[in-house]
């Protein structure tokens, strides 16, 4: 359904996009996953015809974007960052206003809104302004406004950014939902979000994919990476020594002592589970264990991690299955 094909793009001298290239095929959910300024938003803009690229083509529902943004943007909802509502209209009127922009003849309109309005859950703000409209709730108008069509594709960029924990989790869902029905696109700079709602994952750093693939598996290519935090009253020397005793332990790395408390990083074997030896011994040896913790990994160590350890990772046995979140 969407065939991009060493895509780039250059502001001036900033290259956003790099030479990307990836498929989606017809009713998957793609998570787009990178850190801000990745190149992600220019890259949707690119696939839903609104910016011409630099090089290279990109294909949607069967049109070039560049030789055919009419027909593109014909099959394609898109929802920008900072979707453009009219606060001042109620939603009801801004659906009947979208719809005519988008050619929706007359007689067919009404059904359409109320189809539209039935999937994104919208059903008992029709009568509200926008403006008054929870976060949440605009972002469903701005779902329902691009479904109104039934378009083959949705592009969806960074839908959940700005939502509270309930809403992202409604918003997901909505998503999850619409799926199947529709080809989906969307970015994100969480990674937890794309393990809960993508069917595969494509990551890009830099304007340049360096991961693709399903959540399960760059979930298992994580795991066992990121690193523990131990906090131990006392000196820093004995309670490293303490850590180091643990089988499993790979390396320990005290950092200054401050107000008689050692902090010490340690890394564990991948997908074993070292806390509650490290628990033992320290305290076995008289001193306190003040804190200890699992320290997630940054986007940025991630895609470090997944882009120089891969080729060393595929050599490691297994590691046992394990539900293990990653957090971002
Ligand atoms: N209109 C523009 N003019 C110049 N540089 C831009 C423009 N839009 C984006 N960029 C630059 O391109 C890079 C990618 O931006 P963007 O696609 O918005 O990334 P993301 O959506 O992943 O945060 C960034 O370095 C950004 O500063
Ligand atoms: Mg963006």
Redesign the pocket.
Known sequence: MIEVENLTKR??R?T?VDGISFRVRKGEILGFL?P????????MRILTGYLPPTEGTARVAGYDVFEAPIEVKKRVGYIPETPPLYPDMEVDEFLDFCAKIKGIPGPSRKGKIDEAVDKTRVGDVRGRLIGRLSKGYRQRVGLAQAILNNPDVLILDEPTAGLDPKQIIETRELIKGLGGDHTIVL?THILPEVSMTCGRVVIINK?KVVAEDTPENLTRRLRGAGALRVDVRGEATAAAEAVRSVPGVVSVRPRPESAGVATLEVEAEPGRDVRPDIARAVVSRGLDLLALHQVGMSLEEIFLHLTTTDAARAEAPPAAPRSAEVTA
Do not use: F, I, Q, R
Not at 38 to 43: F, I, L
């Open positions: 502001y001036g900033t956003a990178g801000n300024g990745a190149g992600k938003t220019t890259t970015s304007g």
